[in-house]
Nanobody, 124 residues
Framework: QLQLVESGGGLVQPGGSLRLSCAAAGFTLSYATIGWFRQAPGKEREGVSCISGMFGITKVVDSVKGRFTISRDNAKKMVYLQMNSLKPEDTAVYYC?????????????????WGQGTQVTVSS
């Protein structure tokens, strides 16, 4: 059974850090691109960052460049999103998703497997 499970969300003050984790099961993680997406209330789902399976090629949206870093451990079937210098506008539900075709894209429509999401709230 294909499954992704996110963890690590929570409440943090502006300027703080969080590390999100995504655990994969039921498919070969090393062939899949894993992406992190977020959705704030009333807004469209947005691609934040992704990392390809075979070569670890990454892509990151401009709004988080220099603050967020994606990484993966294929042996542990885990993908991480390290978020530093968090801002209130980073508040959203964060999802990890898999594109088992392995494209390096932040287009959420191309991802076929999704986790349930984890809430990140940045507030003082």
């Amino acid at each position: 059974q294909l499954q992704l499970v996110e963890s690590g969300g929570g409440l943090v003050q502006p300027g703080g850090s969080l590390r999100l984790s995504c655990a994969a099961a039921g498919f070969t993680l090393s062939y899949a691109t894993i992406g992190w997406f977020r959705q704030a209330p009333g807004k469209e789902r947005e691609g934040v960052s992704c990392i390809s399976g075979m070569f670890g090629i990454t892509k990151v949206v401009d709004s988080v460049k220099g603050r967020f870093t994606i990484s993966r451990d294929n042996a542990k079937k885990m993908v991480y999103l390290q978020m530093n210098s968090l801002k209130p506008e980073d508040t959203a539900v964060y999802y990890c998703a898999a594109d088992r075709v392995g494209r390096t894209t932040l287009d959420y429509r191309l991802y076929d497997t999704w986790g349930q999401g984890t809430q990140v709230t940045v507030s003082s």
